[in-house]
Nanobody
Framework: QVQLVESGGGLVQPGGSLRLSCAAP????????MGWYRQAPGKQRELAAT???????DYAESVKGRFTISRDNAKNTAYLQMNSLKPEDTAVYYC??????????????WGQGTQVTVSS
């Protein structure tokens, strides 16, 4: 069992920036993909950004050009740099990781979520 550790988030004015991080501590697994989904009040959870190891990154259309997802392989950590934030980016952001065990089984894990509020 892996518990993802999320950090970052908070309150920022429109046009500001925030960085989220998500770590998958431990060993005995490899990262298949990591990313963030977000859920605004009264709305369904939606993809914000994700990457597949050795593959492409994917972004929601609404965040393209403003958000950048990256990773630190040595730390099993992903980062989401969010620039030019808008009030409509306000949501709880959940980290998701798909990890593969040494036996080849994939498991999906979710972080506890972090609040991002964009408001003046």
């Amino acid at each position: 069992q892996v518990q993802l550790v999320e950090s970052g988030g908070g309150l920022v004015q429109p046009g500001g920036s925030l960085r989220l991080s998500c770590a998958a501590p431990g060993s005995g697994f490899s990262i298949v993909s990591m990313g963030w989904y977000r859920q605004a009040p009264g709305k369904q959870r939606e993809l914000a950004a994700t990457f597949i190891s050795g593959g492409p990154t994917d972004y929601a259309e609404s965040v393209k050009g403003r958000f950048t997802i990256s990773r630190d392989n040595a730390k099993n950590t992903a980062y989401l740099q969010m620039n030019s934030l808008k009030p409509e980016d306000t949501a709880v952001y959940y980290c998701n990781a798909i990890l593969r065990t040494t036996l080849g089984y994939n498991y999906s894990y979710w972080g506890q979520g972090t609040q991002v509020t964009v408001s003046s």
